[in-house]
């Protein structure tokens, strides 16, 4: 798959999906996060799945140690609109040395000396349909989750906002805490939540400049989160809307692999 690499979601995407940055000069470098869009023939999805998740994300979790990508999931879209065109699979992938993204694709040969390139690389069964560059800002989860069992989907949301970074930075400094306390008094659904500034394309086309990603064990929560009726909304929500110049999108995504 990867020649010019690659790969988003958190949302994800996710779960294990984006990693904290804080705005503390102490805190390390998070790297960029690439998502990258593909597009799958329903007839191809099985044979789509199954060589990402046998060959390219086993090369990855042998890839981590060295220490530049940090981050690799795919995730499957979960319903969805104009599908004959539109991306069904979405790549989220963080690196630590952005200009070195393409160096460790081409061990996927040393990785599985056995296997032939054909039965391994998924670029003929499938289309890029488009790459986004972004930065992670923000990632709470609840205390004492467990991945496997509590991030299950994903609904990534798409904001367009008259200033990306200050609308991150309002979210993390208002909506984070929150959500972080709301999870861990288990007055809702969600297990997980965190935040990215596009970097690259912008365009009046995409109608998003940052994302946020909410995780969820369930396809049911996902679609209806619960909410206690004592929530007490934070104040701030108002400054963050205020924000916004374009109503929100959202797509919920199925977990299928994460290697972190």
Known sequence: MKQILLTLIVIVIVGGTVHAQSTATATPDPGITVYMYRKVPDDKRDE??????????EMVRKE??????????????VGGYDMENS???????????IDALNDMWGNIT?????????????NSIS????VLFLRNTGWQE???????????????????????????????KHWGPFIKTVMDNNQTGQRGWGNLVVLSPRSNKMNFNSVSIDVYPTLKEALMPTWDSKIVVPEGLTEIGKMETAPR????????????
């Open 110 to 122: 040393t990785a599985f000396p056995n296997v032939t390139m054909d039965k391994m690389e998924t």
């Open 87 to 97: 991306s069904n699979f979405l790549f989220v992938n963080t690196f630590k040395d």
């Open 142 to 172: 609840a205390t004492g989750v467990v991945a496997d069992k509590d991030f299950k989907f994903i609904n990534m949301i798409y904001h367009n906002s008259s200033n990306p970074n200050a609308f991150v930075e309002l979210e993390n």
């Open 64 to 77: 981590i140690p060295k220490g530049n990508i940090t981050f690799w999931a795919l995730l499957e879209k």
């Open 249 to 260: 999108s959202q797509v919920i995504y199925r977990i299928v692999k994460v290697v972190n």
């Open 48 to 57: 789509f799945i199954k060589r990402e998740t046998t060959y390219w994300a």
């Open 127 to 130: 289309t890029t349909t488009s």
